[in-house]
């Protein structure tokens, strides 16, 4: 039974009702980075508060801008692949507390990794 306010979203290059495949490794950057934004847009196609609706619109510029900012950083798109995992597990367990732990985790695993490239960036400047 669903989660009540969730209903099953189709994602290109997933099988079943939503998210349950995983993409293959060896994938490009590119192809990686736009599964991943599939996968956020089917989570946030979920929310139905149009308040909650607008603040998810305006932070997705946001993320899009961080995503490009993010996938030059060596290993962190196949990290953001086994995070996603996790994430899609735990849903699909619909066990909504690991769930967003492992969203959480991987929202602090980006920010970290952001934060060790910059400051090798300004080691080499």
Known sequence: MPQPGLRPSPCPNRTGPGLTASPQRGTDKANL??????FDAVLFDQVKNNRIRALIENLRAHLTRIGHLT???????????????????????????LAERYMREHIRSVRDDQLHALEETADHA
Do not use: C, T, Y
């Not at 980075?33 to 599939?38: E, G, K, V, W």
């Not at 030059?72 to 735990?90: L, N």
């Open 71 to 97: 996938a030059e950083i060596p290993g962190r798109i196949d990290a953001s692949v086994d995070e996603h995992e996790k994430i899609v597990a735990a849903i699909a367990a619909r066990d909504p507390q």
């Open 33 to 38: 980075a736009a599964l991943i934004s599939d």
